[in-house]
């Protein structure tokens, strides 16, 4: 779904030392993040399968339960570190746990029910640069879920009104919210250079634990 244009390509190529990168040139740490998790996002859409695998009012629930019960976990941990504000990034407008938790309400799941994933399942964060990682995962996900969220709609229809929310992701704003996000991200990686592999190894992880998570048999 992701398409890396033909520049992003060479440019990666480039910045892989199939050739020289002009001398001070650096591959933004966004576009880094895209061309390098490209093919773990294709995977993982495959193995979702979303939307055709959201067939009814059931598997939506059971869906919206089983990201609750992962990205509250996920966002706590994240939540703990004290460098977003100061790296240009309000955390906690864009958590997507107290909008889970609403769609959840409407949909009359008690949140008490839905017991948070073990550890196990929860990517390791050791640092704020993987922490960073996750959050790109995190926020770039929003993007896709609303084209996710046209499709259910035409399937499920009004079933899910005032439980659309976490499929909404930032709605109008999601253009904004996406291009304030990459331009952090971006002047966190030119600041800590040496800390780009791990925010890019921070994304793997949570493409890894959300692939593993969301498909896991119950
Ligand atoms: C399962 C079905 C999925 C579909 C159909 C889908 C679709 C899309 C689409 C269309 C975009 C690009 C949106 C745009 O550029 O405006 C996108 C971006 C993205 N998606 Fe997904 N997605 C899916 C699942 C996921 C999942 C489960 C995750 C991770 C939890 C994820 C993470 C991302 C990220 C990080 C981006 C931003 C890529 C970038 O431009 O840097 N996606 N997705």
């Excluded at 030119?190 to 493409?207: L, N, R, T, W, Y």
Aim: hydrophobic share 40%.
């Amino acid at each position: 779904m992701i398409n890396v244009s033909t520049s992003a390509v060479a440019e990666i190529e480039d910045y892989r030392g199939t050739k020289t990168l002009p001398a001070g040139h650096r591959v933004a740490l966004s576009q880094r993040l895209r061309s390098e998790t490209s093919e773990l996002h294709r995977e993982i859409e495959a193995r979702l399968g979303f939307p055709d695998s959201i067939r009814d009012l059931a598997a939506y629930r059971s869906c919206l339960v089983s990201y609750y019960r992962l990205y509250s976990p996920i966002e706590s941990c994240l939540a703990a570190f004290p460098d977003w504000d100061g790296n240009g990034i309000g955390l906690r407008e864009r958590l997507q746990g107290p909008r889970l938790l609403r769609d959840l309400e409407a949909l009359d799941v008690a949140a008490a029910s839905c017991k948070a994933a073990g550890g196990e399942w929860v990517p390791l964060v050791p640092d704020f640069a993987h922490a960073l990682g996750v959050f790109y995962v995190l926020e770039g996900s929003t993007l896709g879920a609303q084209y996710i969220l046209r499709r259910l709609r035409e399937a499920l229809g009004n079933q899910i009104d005032g439980a659309d929310a976490f499929f909404r992701g930032h709605g109008a704003a999601s253009g904004t919210m996406w291009n304030t996000a990459k331009r952090a991200i971006d002047s966190y990686g030119e600041k800590h250079p040496e800390s780009c592999d791990s925010v890019i190894q921070g994304a793997c992880s949570m493409f890894g634990a959300v692939g593993r998570w969301m498909t896991r048999p119950e």
